[in-house]
């Protein structure tokens, strides 16, 4: 069943980074709550052990302090430790001891404060809580708003390959904050700002407003960190022999035997007495430690002593060992130990405490184009999401326009990214088949039939057609808009696979469609990969742009594209386009119950819509259904990538697009 609210329709927009599927979801009252931060932590400490003489706070015209004593306007705030004592001075007075509320003019003021050689912008107002000891400056924010900036804070330096990184991260800020918010549990404060907490730096140049949230309820399994070292850790490594639900996740991309999370932080070692490790974890009880079992794949530790075992968790551990020898020498919690001599030695690799998301494979994961939704689900498979419909009605749709003449998009990185995201090729590689008969082997190409049926006699074909009962008596153009298997597969016997195979190392020269085409090694592989079904075949979305500009009906400007066009006679490209034509009325793109009042079907005739869909099997570290939609409309192309669809619902989605753009006025189906 198609989901009530599809798509949020950019209608002239040439590129989309990814657009929530979903019913309206509860993302408008999670963005009228607020978070309390507490703020400048590390400076106030720095000015208190005397690392600094003073700090100071500027702001805007308008602002006012409030004060027991009464209400001042203020523009500079100046606060110093002397004598043991905090002194806040402002408004040529000091601020009395207590509680100081500062406010300010506008929709939206902020003040600025200056540290570590860069300025920082908080929102207004700022609450202050001095007992003279100790000063607290707290703020309220708006929790999308601080979400997006903890995320940039914890990020660090930013550039255009890290941006889907960056909001999957805010993502789980932003369920960590919703759970937080069940308690304050820094003085009043829900968080601060110290990294060893939860990053914060003031004001990004970010904003936050997905319309599909994580749900709240996995706020408190939602952890994150630097980076796993090439593995990753769960909520055990937290507790000491307390059962967790989730599995640990391979850091891995499957597809490229490729390990994430690993070069930032690829080793390092540290060595500690055994007397100096005994005196930082028993400095009031005479035990000692003389062995230490740890196992990263159990994430479990225990501490052989005289006195008998000692189990403890191993980021309580590795936190008791740091306070004392500084924050990074125990970098991570991957690691193997080893005693000898009276020195435990430490090696390992990644940083901080290895659970959950690991932000640098994250940012490996959005540089090769995958979505910050992607993202989420390689590092929390178990994820549920806030939607009107319920998780299972979630999807993530991706998809890029462009002009079918010229091939031209919007020219931003992250539509880069995703163009050069590799994706299996699935049933729209039997648009290359296709080619290939209409280039060299125009007798199959006209005279090929083939009968789908439930009975499978050939074993090298396919079990079944994806349509279960078959699709009875096919020739080439009923087996394109069909998208028939059988058909496909069965040429197996009448094309010769070394052919086949040094024809498309040739097309992928001529045409610049960058095909990556395994290894077939039998007649039942062959077979598999005629129908789509071999999903080591893989593209790129920019090859897909590629091919649909190809068998798209408008005239090319691409020279690789028009070389290639003059193999094929204009009759054998007319029935290409005829089948495509076709794909959206009565074939796989029609197939939406949404399309059934008729109305969508008489506007694709009308229009001439055309497309292709596939449906994959695909992922990083698990895998899971994604549904692929080439096609156009007029001078205006579209290449889609529906996660957790399938081919039919990405043409339905990408319909919905092609026919805003048609309806445009002044536009016509047109892009430019």
């Not at 100071?56 to 009464?70: H, Q, R, Y």
């Not at 001891?97 to 700022?126: C, H, K, M, N, W």
Request: hydrophobic share 40%; with cysteine.
């Amino acid at each position: 069943m198609r989901i009530a609210a599809a798509v949020i329709l950019p209608a002239v927009s040439l590129f989309s980074p990814g657009i929530p599927v979903a019913a309206e979801s509860s993302v408008q009252g999670i963005a009228g709550r607020s978070v309390r931060i507490m703020i400048i932590s590390k400076s106030l400490r720095e000015l208190k052990e005397g690392r600094s003489q003073s700090l100071v706070l500027d702001f805007p015209a308008g602002a006012c302090a409030e004060t027991v004593n009464g209400t001042f306007s203020l523009r500079r705030l100046t606060v110093r430790f002397i004598d043991g004592m905090f002194a806040v001075t402002g408004g040529g007075s000091e601020l009395s001891s207590g509680r100081t509320i500062i406010t300010g003019d506008g929709p939206d003021p902020v003040f600025t404060f200056s540290a570590q050689g860069e300025t920082r912008r908080y929102p207004l107002p700022l609450e202050i809580i001095c007992t003279g000891r100790d000063v607290q400056f707290i703020i309220t924010e708006n929790i999308m708003q601080y979400a997006v900036d903890s995320a940039s804070a914890e990020l660090g330096v930013y550039n255009e390959t890290k941006a889907e990184a960056l909001y999957a991260l805010a993502h789980a800020v932003l369920a960590r904050s919703l759970s937080a918010r069940e308690g304050a549990k820094h003085n009043g404060a829900h968080f601060c700002d110290l990294t060893c907490c939860q990053g914060y730096r003031g004001r990004s140049r970010f904003t936050f407003n997905d319309q599909v949230t994580i749900n709240a309820e996995c706020g408190s399994r939602v952890f994150f960190g630097s980076s796993g070292g090439g593995i990753i850790l769960t909520g055990k490594v937290f507790s000491a022999g307390i059962d967790v639900r989730e599995q640990p996740v391979p850091d891995i991309i499957y597809s490229e035997n490729f390990t994430l999370s690993r070069k930032l932080y690829p080793s390092w070692k540290a060595d500690i007495s055994s007397d100096d490790l005994n005196s930082i974890l028993y400095a009031a009880i005479k035990i000692k430690a003389v062995q230490i079992n740890y196992s990263v794949q159990q994430e479990a530790m225990i501490l052989q002593t005289y006195e008998g075992p000692h189990r403890i968790a191993p980021e309580t551990f590795r936190l008791i060992i740091n306070r004392v020898k500084g924050w990074s020498f125990i970098k991570s919690n991957n690691y193997e130990v080893r005693c000898g001599n009276g020195i435990f030695m430490f090696r390992g690799s990644g940083l901080g405490h290895c659970a959950g998301l690991s932000i640098e494979g994250a940012v490996q994961l959005a540089a090769k184009g995958y979505s910050r939704y992607e993202i989420l689900e390689h590092y929390y498979p178990w994820i549920k999401y806030n939607t009107g419909e319920g998780a299972e009605s979630y999807h993530y749709h991706r998809f890029v326009t462009f002009d079918l003449q010229s091939g031209v998009t919007a020219k931003t990185r992250e539509q880069e990214l995703f163009l050069n995201r590799r994706i299996p090729f699935g049933s729209v590689s039997k648009l290359v088949t296709v080619l290939y008969l209409a280039s060299e082997r125009k007798d199959l190409f006209y005279n090929h039939r083939f009968r789908c049926t439930a009975d499978r006699s050939d074993r090298n074909l396919p079990e079944k057609c994806w349509e279960p009962g078959g699709h009875g008596e096919m020739d080439l153009r009923s087996a394109v808009y069909n998208s028939c298997n059988l058909y496909f597969a069965s040429l197996y016997s009448a094309i010769d696979m070394k052919k086949y195979s040094a024809w498309v190392k040739s097309f992928v020269k001529e045409t610049g469609i960058d095909i990556d085409l395994p290894a077939v090694n039998n007649e039942r592989e062959f077979a598999s990969l005629l129908a789509g079904l071999d999903f080591r075949l893989t593209v790129s979305i920019k090859g897909l742009v590629h091919l649909a500009m190809l068998v798209s009906p408008q005239e090319s400007a691409d020279r690789m594209i028009l070389s290639f066009r003059k193999k094929v006679r204009a009759d054998e490209f007319s029935i290409i386009r005829d089948a495509l034509c076709a794909t959206m009325t009565i074939g796989t793109g029609s197939h939406s119950s949404s399309n059934g009042n008729g109305a969508r079907l008489e506007d694709y005739k009308r229009l001439s819509a055309w497309g292709k869909t596939g449906t994959v099997i695909s992922g990083t570290n698990s895998h899971c259904g994604y549904g692929i939609f080439i096609g156009g409309c007029g001078r205006c192309g579209i290449v889609s990538v529906l996660r957790r669809g399938t081919g039919a619902m990405a043409a339905d989605y990408s319909g919905d697009i092609l026919l805003a753009m048609s309806k445009k006025p002044g536009l016509n189906g047109k892009m430019f």
